[in-house]
């Protein structure tokens, strides 16, 4: 009998993986998925954090995916890996601080790297979702043979829904297969893939706007860029990219930041940082939960304080009362007047 | 047969989904892990997890803020 083919896919939870892999599903291929978490994914979960968000469906697209398309998943941890793609992407920078384009060089080569520890259970090949011209800055005609070399993937990575646009790879050439039944969707316009999806029966698929990750958010890049310049060093921990999704951020100073919760949820995710942040808690009055990011000190008190009250109900009070809070320090008591709506200037609004 | 338990309390998701999955490596069929958890995603995300990769979600238990998510090793 002739030898099965496998195949490993790059799954992102939208829908242009799920057709990769149908695609080669129907010509008998066994699929199975990978997922790269970098700490910057687009999930729902995070987004589930604050209150008004809790409706949305708590899923993880790439989960969810690998479910309808009947394939395992494997998730990989590459945060730490991650770092030097994105803090010294060869590349650049796509319009926000996302290096799409290192960053799809980076997921192929771990795929590459996957192959290599699975060949043994035939796994010989790799696919993605990618289509030509789709992205701006990683899905173009000269980055599709950018990616396959620096990789190191060449010839053996496939994209089976614009592959009959490029040179074959080895899988067609080699006859596993059938590159008459692969495709050729090229250029923004979704409706290829929304007929295909169609006559796949996929419905209720994620369909992320900008792109997969929080990096392609301005707002979140602003952030991101922000705490590097607050910090002096472009470096970031696991902990600094959550609270980045959370709160509402302002530097009065250029040495701290205040992370404002804006409701209930995300006064509780916050909760979960008191021991390692300073925080600051109205306490005459129901107000949001305030942690105190960078270097911040009794001279500090009033004005983040104020701040802090600013979004609470007192803050039409004269005066409210709030506790600081500096891990291992005793709490500190203190009596302040909220900031008007004027006095919180634009410019720190992060 | 044995039982583990596995510490995913305050990791967001898909933390505790990769955690679980790098301890199910090292256990065998039969085996029945027990995972905390603090996010609520998880409720959906490891089940859904242990479905396609053939192992049995078993149950959860909810004590105050901690899931404690069961699956039987396939
Ligand atoms: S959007 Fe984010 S995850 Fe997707 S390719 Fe760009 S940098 Fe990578």
Redesign the pocket.
């Known amino acids: 009998m002739a030898k099965q083919h496998k195949a490993v896919a790059l799954i992102?939870g939208g829908l242009d993986s799920m057709l990769a892999v149908r695609v080669l599903q129907e010509q008998g291929i066994e699929v199975e998925g990978i997922n790269?978490y970098?700490g910057?994914?687009v999930e729902g979960h995070t987004h589930a954090i604050r209150n008004h968000d809790k409706d949305k469906q708590k899923r993880n697209n790439a989960l969810w995916a690998a479910e309808q398309l009947g394939i395992k998943l494997h998730i990989v941890d590459v945060i730490e890996e991650y770092k030097d793609v994105?803090l010294n992407p060869k590349h650049g920078y796509?319009a926000n601080m996302?290096?799409?384009?290192?960053?799809?060089i980076f997921?192929v080569s771990k795929a590459v790297q996957w192959v290599k520890e699975n060949h043994t259970n035939g796994f010989d090949f790799i696919i993605t979702g990618e289509v030509i011209g789709q992205?701006p800055?990683?899905q173009r005609k000269q980055t599709m043979p950018i990616v396959a070399h620096e990789s190191g993937a060449d010839d053996i990575l496939l994209r089976p829904l614009c592959a009959k646009n490029l040179p074959a790879t080895k899988p067609e050439i080699e006859g596993w297969v059938d590159r008459e039944k692969l495709y050729n969707f090229s250029g923004r316009n979704r409706k290829p893939q929304m007929a295909l999806a169609k006559e796949f029966g996929f419905t209720d698929y994620a369909s992320p706007a900008?792109?997969?990750?929080?990096?392609?958010d301005k707002n979140y890049s602003d952030k991101l860029v922000d705490l590097w310049k607050g910090r002096g060093s472009r470096d970031y921990e696991m902990d600094d990219i959550m609270l980045l999704k959370v709160g509402r951020h302002l530097r009065p100073k250029p040495d701290y930041k205040l992370i404002v919760a804006r409701d209930a949820g995300e006064s509780k995710f916050l909760q979960g940082y008191r021991k390692q942040l300073p925080s600051i808690q109205v306490i005459s009055h129901n107000g949001p939960l305030t942690l105190v990011d960078g270097t911040f000190g009794r001279d500090d008190y009033q004005t983040a304080a104020g701040i802090v009250a600013r979004y609470g109900q007192g803050r039409d009070s004269d005066e409210v009362e709030a506790t600081v809070t500096i891990p291992g320090q005793d709490v500190v008591t203190i009596k302040v007047k909220p900031l008007t709506s004027e006095q919180v200037r634009e410019e720190w609004h992060v | 047969m044995s039982e583990y338990e596995l510490d995913a309390r305050r990791m967001l998701c898909p933390m505790p989904v990769i955690k679980t999955q790098n301890k199910v490596k090292e256990l065998q069929t039969g085996d029945i892990l027990n995972v905390i958890c603090t996010d609520p995603g998880a409720l959906s995300d490891i089940p859904a997890w242990a479905r396609i990769n053939g192992h049995e979600f078993v149950g959860h238990d909810q004590q105050d803020d901690e899931l404690i998510i069961t699956i039987k090793i396939g």
């Open positions: 992102s790269f970098t910057f994914c994105l796509g996302n290096p799409c384009l290192d960053c799809k997921m992205r800055m990683s900008g792109g997969c990750c929080f990096l392609t």
